[in-house]
């Protein structure tokens, strides 16, 4: 079992940056992916960004050049760096530990709200 808490949410302006964590707990020996999912409402939960034990990063057309996924191992957490916000951004992101076991574990969530 892993437990996942994200944080770094919040209210900016447009332009601004914000960084999210995400800290893992319990057998995280499993996990060979990670990554940032957000969900608008009224809208399907999509993939912003991830990053694989090899660090192999992806991310979402929407977001490349602007966001970041990098993680520390030391700290088991995962971040995701948020820069040149745009109202569009406006969700709540979701952290996601993939196990090699074929588990997959979320977080509860964190609000980013830009605002134009």
């Known amino acids: 079992q892993v437990h996942v808490v994200e944080s770094g949410g919040g209210l900016v302006q447009a332009g601004g940056s914000l960084r999210l964590s995400c800290a893992a707990s319990?057998?995280?020996?499993?996990?060979?992916?990670m990554g940032w999912y957000r969900q608008a409402p009224g809208k399907q939960r999509e993939l912003v960004a991830s990053?694989?034990?090899?660090?192999?990063?992806t991310y979402a057309d929407s977001v490349k050049g602007r966001f970041t996924i990098s993680r520390d191992n030391a700290k088991n957490t995962l971040y995701l760096q948020m820069n040149s916000l745009k109202p569009e951004d406006t969700a709540a992101y979701y952290c996601?530990?993939?196990?090699?076991?074929?588990?997959?574990?979320w977080g509860q969530g964190t609000q980013v709200t830009v605002s134009s």
């Open positions: 996601l530990m993939h196990s090699g076991y074929g588990s997959d574990y």
């Open positions: 319990g057998s995280i020996f499993s996990i060979n992916a």
């Open positions: 990053i694989t034990i090899g660090s192999i990063t």
